[in-house]
């Protein structure tokens, strides 16, 4: 079974940076896809922004130009560089994959990394 493991949230003052990293584990899988999703108290979640095994990208409107995804594959890792934070950008943020694994279509979730920013 593919599992993700996020890191590197945590509490930064408006303007800041951080950054994101997810791992992912397992044995005979393949990654095709690779994103992060966000949810606020209240909110549905949503993308944030994606990136294909090739390495095209995809960003909500809202991150552009402030966010940079980006992956590893030798590493099976992919990362979010968060600039230019603003409190809007506080939520649990979610790392996803899809893939095939052992023949089979699958689709994972990371158990989510705080981002707190503070005004």
């Known amino acids: 079974q593919v599992q993700l493991v996020e890191s590197g949230g945590g509490l930064v003052q408006a303007g800041g940076s951080l950054r994101l990293s997810c791992a992912a584990s397992?044995?005979?899988?393949?990654?095709?896809?690779m994103g992060w999703y966000r949810q606020a108290p209240g909110n549905q979640r949503e993308l944030v922004a994606s990136?294909?095994?090739?390495?095209?990208?995809n960003y909500a409107d809202s991150v552009k130009g402030r966010f940079t995804i980006s992956r590893d594959n030798a590493k099976n890792m992919v990362y979010l560089q968060m600039n230019s934070l603003k409190s809007d950008d506080t939520a649990v943020y979610y790392c996803?994959?899809?893939?095939?694994?052992?023949?089979?279509?699958?689709?994972?979730w990371g158990q989510g990394t705080q981002v707190t920013v503070s005004s």
């Open positions: 996803n994959a899809d893939g095939v694994h052992l023949f089979t279509k699958y689709n994972v």
């Open positions: 397992g044995s005979a899988y393949i990654i095709n896809n």
């Open positions: 990136i294909t095994r090739s390495g095209s990208t």
